[in-house]
């Protein structure tokens, strides 16, 4: 495990509410691994594209997948790639419009991307990202075959330069507002949480809904 | 309403998973309407970045604020921008993990933005943004002051080139699969729901929860 504090570059320093940077690289893992999708961004004839992809850490590395034919994965190793993962926890009402925010766990990876060739990191890959999608997943589902392994790229991007920012807590107003009557100033809590798993219509035969699923962490 | 389907332009038309393309304009605006955070990208020194902003719409205009010393805001009316709003509905267990899905509800927006500088304009925007953000809230709170409204660059982003994809329902699995036995498939919804509002614990003096908080809309 990597020792180096975030932020060691230019482009991942935070410049914007500084105050909300942390600097621990447990809190990177932290947040991508309460994640779900994440947003993948690459330049795509000199302008931005920003899409939602799945993935998955393991150490130091982020996996990310798609088709072989994806505009995104056909920019290869030598691509800009940034990855954004955001937990949002809550709106903040505050006193004034100005003060208005969101309580939340934001981390940003930049960097260029491995394209995996080897089957062996390839399965890897994928397992952590299935792991991370669906975990208990691997060894029950029905895992890749040849042909869908040579459809699906894998990237490995490394966490090496990377940001996290995390704003928490009660909403901060000018002293002149906070004294005001009247106005209702607070945290309104965005929850998360799985519903009942709805089995697919067309199981061969009824099946009882998996541990790994019904014992799954809340989101 | 601008009644034109959507992905007119090379770049917002969708070539993977067709079949979860979306060319009705009012899914676009339902998308937009029901995310709170949306991710923001643009080109720094010819590499991606993507972050996760506030924004609300009006119309055909999505609007976006920051402050005018922030990053992505220094860009200019001159810089291509791309926005995505994503909305996690599911996670789709399949029989073989080359299937495993996600249902989602997804708009991207492709644009150059125009920098706001008319006062009566960027106070609308604003309160496009904070009605999004905390429906309600833009005749309770104080509105902004010159200062405030000085410091905040707000911008307007046209909703012309746009493309939405949706996915929703069962898995999709392989005919040889889905005659397998004992191997679960199905989708396990994510719900969201606000939780109980948690009053600033400076309040001036014990104010009720306004009812454009208790009465929220489900997010």
Chains 1, 2 share one sequence.
Not at 86 to 94: C, E, F, H, P
Not at 120 to 135: C, M, S, W
Not at 159 to 174: C, H, M, S, W
Request: aromatic letters at 6%; hydrophobic letters at 40%.
């Amino acid at each position: 495990m990597t020792t180096e504090p975030l932020s060691p570059t230019d482009r991942s320093t935070i410049r914007r509410g500084k105050n909300r940077a942390v600097t621990d690289r447990r809190a990177l893992y932290s947040v991508l691994d309460a994640g779900l999708v994440c947003h993948l961004a690459f330049v795509a004839d000199g302008a931005p594209v920003v899409l939602p992809t799945g993935y998955g850490r393991d150490g130091e590395t982020l996996y990310l997948h798609g088709s072989t034919g994806a505009l995104s994965l056909r920019l290869g190793a030598e691509t800009e790639l940034c990855v954004n993962v955001t937990l949002l926890d809550g709106v903040v009402y505050a006193r004034s419009v100005f003060h208005f925010s969101v309580n939340y766990r934001s981390a940003v990876v930049h960097g260029k991307p491995k394209v995996l060739t080897d089957r062996d990191a390839k399965l890897h890959g994928l397992r952590v990202i299935t792991e991370h999608l669906a975990p208990g997943s691997w060894d029950h589902a029905r895992q890749p075959s040849k042909v869908e392994l040579a459809k699906t790229a894998v990237l490995a991007l490394d966490l090496g330069e990377a940001a996290v920012k995390i704003r928490d807590g009660d909403p901060v107003d000018e002293p002149e507002d906070v004294t005001t009557e009247g106005v209702w100033a607070g945290v309104l809590p965005l929850r998360r949480a799985w519903g009942a798993p709805v089995p697919a219509p067309d199981l061969a035969s009824p099946t009882d809904v998996p541990s790994h699923v019904t014992t799954r962490e809340k989101p």
